[in-house]
């Protein structure tokens, strides 16, 4: 049976739709994401709504970031005294990861990491 007489006998839920990639549940595309490098998750983020919301997950991001991710956030926020306003904020592990990728100072600047 094609896809012409399937649709014709309405018994498909998408009968005579098609689907696309904004068809594709959020929850799938994240689980895809987490296999995914950094720079392929941000370009593909550029999809579509659905893509984009995936990829600002913090599901995703969790696999990328180090075991040690928290104490390094709060060494580089400790040293760049910004510790007591961000500590009242919820960052996102996208965002954690965007900083802890970047060239951090330690110890008043004596060691970057």
Request: charged content about 30%; hydrophobic content about 35%.
């Amino acid at each position: 049976m094609g896809v012409a007489s399937s649709s014709i006998a309405g018994s498909e839920p998408f009968a005579g739709k098609l689907c696309g990639l904004e068809d594709v549940p959020e929850n799938c595309v994240t689980a895809m994401f987490m296999y995914m490098e950094p720079p392929e998750i941000c370009l593909l983020a550029r999809v579509n709504k659905s893509f984009h919301r995936a990829s600002r997950s913090d599901a995703v991001w969790e696999h990328k970031l180090p075991p040690n991710y928290k104490f390094l956030v709060r060494r580089i926020l400790e040293d760049q005294n910004e510790v007591g306003e961000k500590e009242k904020l919820i960052i996102r592990k996208k965002e954690i990861y965007a900083r802890l990728c970047r060239p951090n100072l330690f110890d008043a600047g004596t060691k970057r990491k």
